[in-house]
């Protein structure tokens, strides 16, 4: 029995595996094989968690869109309604008798209308999870972008109290007040110029962020240090408004050397001498030598022999000439004296190369005799009129027959996309830093006009919560179109088109959308 034992331990001995060692510890084969199936196990579990979690976020995503989808088209009702009150408004005050206590309107409907769409939105609001609202509700529930006090006064007039971090406005009337000053239609536009939405950021797009600092970059002489001047900002990832954004872009170019030279320099000589160079290329157009056009390309019709026929002008007007520098110099290359150039404005100017011609953009109406001119140039000033079909009357009338206009114009739809968001921040660039349309700030403006910014809004003592008030209004009141839509506005009223002038590039490096358009009046 014994040696049997021996025996068995002897084979035992010969036939086992040596045990496995792994930093100081044995593990047997059967206790690796037990932690490898729980560490599958574990990570079966994790994927199938991640799936879960994924597909719960999405079906959240789907209906956060849905909610704010909804909300957008409930505010454009309620705008729609502040604009039916103010008709009616309008249409009740003659009916009044002067010595009675006047009925208003708008409290009237507002009960029944507005009370009902905005319980509606607070609704769909409540609907939202917490964790991802709209950006202005969370801006102010972690006290992002709220570094310039009452900064955020806007929207929190439209989300009525859901920001703790500022005070609110004192009463209902204030917040139904600041509406109506920035006009009907703003509530969404607000919402969209100052978003921060990845779809919607301008600061977030790689594309525009990239064109509109280098647009702003070289004119203030600095497209070489851009990067570097604005590395503290983090322009891509910090969260402030949109608008903020650009003002703290502005502020930080105008603190580099030679910038505010760049800027001026590029408002009195690089714009004027560039319209010059182009108008004349349409004057000298030769179809056998297309670079005659001077980075100017026709892109339709094809077969164009000559644009504009040079000796046919004996009158000129530009419609609002700004200081009128362009104006004289166009109307000098025409061979034109001062009597036969004519510079609209809306505001005073001196300038003794031109005659200053009143122009009314809110009535749309220009002091000029009927017949008087043979060209009419509107250099990316269209868009600014608020009743474009009394204003192409006005052409049609101080244009003698088979005279000519030239548009210089942005090929852009009215509509909340990038491309519109773009231009509008273009804009307001131009009113932060007063240059372009907004170069001769300093003059006083005629009291009818009803576009162009109040100067008291735009002055050095005006903070940047009013001024960024005064840019929401004005950019809402652009009339953006495409290059169709207007061709069809002004063959409605006896124009055609002789020529489409686009830039010679692509379109990467004309974000503005800008071409030339030249139509030729048919006979009257």
Known sequence: MANSRNLMRTNVKSTSRPVSTCDGFNISPANNVLMESSENQVHRRLAILENLLRDHLNEENVQVKQ??????????????????????????MPLQPPDSTRIEVGSLIQTVVKENIE???????????SAIRFEDDIACKTDI??????????????????????????????????????????????????SR????????????????????????????????TLAPLRVQSNKSYELDQ????????????????????????????????????????????????????????????????????KAYFD??????????????YLHLNKENIFGGTDYNIQNDRVTVVDVDLSQSTINLADNRVDLITCFVTLHHVPEFEKMLAEFVRILRPNGYLIIREHDCKREYKLPAKYLNFVHAFMMIARVGEFGSIQNNHSEHNQVKPNDDLLGDNVDWNQQKLNI?????????????EWQQKLETVGFHLKAT????QNSSANPQALYYAVFQLNTK
């Not at 505010?75 to 009616?88: M, Y």
């Not at 002038?501 to 010679?504: A, E, G, T, W």
């Open 67 to 92: 909610l704010k989808d909804r909300i957008l088209k409930l505010e454009e009702q309620l705008e729609k309604q502040d604009i039916r009150i103010k008709l009616l408004e309008n249409q009740a």
């Open 119 to 129: 319980k509606q939105m607070e609704n769909l609001t409540v609907g939202i999870p």
């Open 145 to 194: 972008g709220l570094n310039k006090e009452g900064s955020d006064q806007i929207l929190e007039s439209e989300s009525a109290g859901t920001c703790t971090a500022k005070q609110p406005l004192d009463d209902s009337n204030s917040k139904n007040n600041l509406r109506h000053q920035r006009g009907a239609g703003t509530r969404v536009f607000t919402r969209w110029m100052d």
């Open 197 to 228: 939405d990845e779809n919607l950021s301008l600061w977030a797009s790689d594309q525009y962020r990239s064109q509109l600092l280098s647009y702003i970059g070289k004119i203030y002489g600095q497209e070489r240090n851009i990067r570097y």
């Open 246 to 313: 650009l003002f703290d872009v502005i502020q930080h170019f105008e603190k580099q050397p030679g910038a505010k030279e760049s800027l001026q320099q590029w408002q009195l000589e690089s714009r004027p001498g560039r319209r010059l160079v182009e108008i004349k290329a349409m004057f000298e157009y030769k179809q056998a030598d297309p670079s005659s056009l001077k980075g100017l390309k026709i892109s339709s019709p094809s077969n164009v022999k000559e644009i504009i026929n040079r000796t046919s002008i």
């Open 319 to 332: 419609m609002i000439c700004r200081n009128g520098y362009i104006t004289a110099d166009i109307g000098e």
């Open 472 to 484: 929401i209004e004005y950019t809402s009141s652009i009339q953006y179109r495409t290059r169709a």
């Open 501 to 504: 002038l686009d830039y010679d």
